[in-house]
Structure formats: C-alpha cells, structure tokens
C-alpha cells in the first residue's frame, strides 16, 4: 500500500479546527497529523470533542516548534495556498497533486501537505520549504475554505488516486534528499557567504536572495548523493588558497 502524505498544520489557532481536520483525514485513512506551534497548545480538549471518534489521529499527532523540525525525515512536500505570489514554483491541483503524492509514495519517498493557519495561511518563509504548490481551483467570487474542508479536499483526492498495482518495489537504489539534509546544506552556504562578506554591500537582500535560493535548490529534487556532492564543492570553494598550493606540491 502506497505511504500515506503527512498532514502538517502550520500554528493552527483553535482545537476545534484541529479536531474537524484529523476528522476529515480519517475519512481517507490519513492519521499522520503534525502540529506546528499550536496556539491554544497540545494536546487540546477541544480537538477530541470536535473531532468525533477520529481519535487515532490525535493520539499519534506530533507538536514540533518550526516547520522545519515538522518536515524534517520529508522527501517532497507541499504547500498549499490560494495565493502563490512571486514564487516560482510548480503549481497543481489537489487532482494532480495526489497523483504525483502516489508515484512518489510508491518510489518510497516520504511526503507532506503544509496548511497555513486559518487567519492568513502559511508564510512565505513556509512556503520556501516546499517543493510544491497545491491551489484548489474555486469560484473567484468567493473563493474562501476552512482549514479542514482544505484538509478534506486533498485528502478526497489522495484517497481516490489510490491505484491497485502494487507500488515499485525500489532495491538498492538512493533515495531522494530529506529535508533535514537540505537545510544543513543551505545554512553551510550562508555560513561560507557570511564568512567571505558576500552579503555585505547588499544586506539588506540577504533575506530574499537565501529563501531564492531554497527555492531554486527545492525545485531541483536532489537525492542524497547529490547533497553529499555539494557538500563536496562548498568545501573545494572554501578551501584557503595555500592548502590547494600545498596539496598540489605534496603531489
């Protein structure tokens, strides 16, 4: 059976809502919920009221402090949003996007669903952690849903994208890049650009120019040796010109 997407809920801002999603992710089989920052707290009474007998979700739901601890051991996420802005990001509909959440389930990659909090949705910065975007296709004229009809729309579509070939049975082949691993490679970029002064006469884009290039670095879905082999380079660059002299004279 295909690996079921994580449901992440980024600073939800009432356990009724809460509730009312893990209730809509059971309808589809889903019971991996995670909890960012929630504002009223975890675990939350309010949530199992609401949640009506959907319990297995709020028992195995985890509470993490940041998105990023929350999609850490994740290969590809999604970020749904009504509004993707200025970011340069493939956009699906939850239609699509399910079936691309299968083929990667069953190439054994580990996936998740951002959802922004109720009052404006997820952050920019959050959004940058992804590699896609979901938009639900609504009336323009009023185009506003909840938290769990959201959860539910893509839930429905993930559940009904269910195929009953039996997923490819991948041997000893790499796996897709985690987004722990990507972090530690994006902050030892900044520390080597800090280092050398890059941002110095332009400071005040450092912040638009690293989630640029989380962005682009997102888009290019590395494996596992492709980030040991950036590891590899950033360590080349920054290497002091006498060592590379040194090296050379030893050979």
Do not use: C
């Not at 959860?151 to 000893?172: I, K």
């Not at 682009?216 to 980030?227: A, I, K, N, P, Y």
């Amino acid at each position: 059976m295909s690996l079921q997407p994580a449901i992440i809920l980024v600073e939800p801002q009432m356990g009724e809502n809460i509730g009312a999603a893990a209730r809509a992710m059971l309808n589809f089989g889903l019971t991996d919920l995670r909890l960012v920052a929630p504002r009223d707290g975890w675990p939350n009474d309010k949530a199992v009221a609401m949640a009506s007998g959907a319990n297995i979700v709020l028992e195995n739901a985890r509470a993490f402090e940041t998105t990023e601890d929350a999609i850490a051991d994740l290969n590809h996420v999604y970020a749904t949003t009504a509004r993707p802005r200025d970011v340069i990001k493939k956009i699906a509909t939850p239609h699509a996007a399910a079936a691309e959440l299968r083929a990667h389930a069953n190439k054994g990659a580990a996936t998740g669903i951002l959802f922004g909090k109720e009052s404006v949705g997820l952050s920019r910065e959050d959004v940058a952690l992804a590699d896609s975007i979901i938009s639900v296709p609504l009336n323009p004229d009023f185009s506003s849903i909840n938290l769990a009809q959201a959860v539910l729309l893509v839930g429905y579509e993930w559940f009904q994208a269910a195929d009953d070939t039996p997923p490819v049975q991948v041997h000893n082949e790499e796996r897709p890049a985690n987004k722990a691993e990507l972090s530690y490679l994006f902050d030892r970029i900044e520390r080597e650009l800090d280092t050398r002064g890059f941002f110095d006469p332009i400071m005040q884009r450092k912040h638009v120019i690293l989630q640029n290039m989380r962005n682009m670095f997102q888009r290019l879905g590395l494996m596992e040796s492709d980030v040991r082999a950036f590891q590899g380079i950033v360590k080349g660059l920054t290497m002091k010109l006498k060592d590379k002299t040194n090296d050379s004279d030893q050979s």
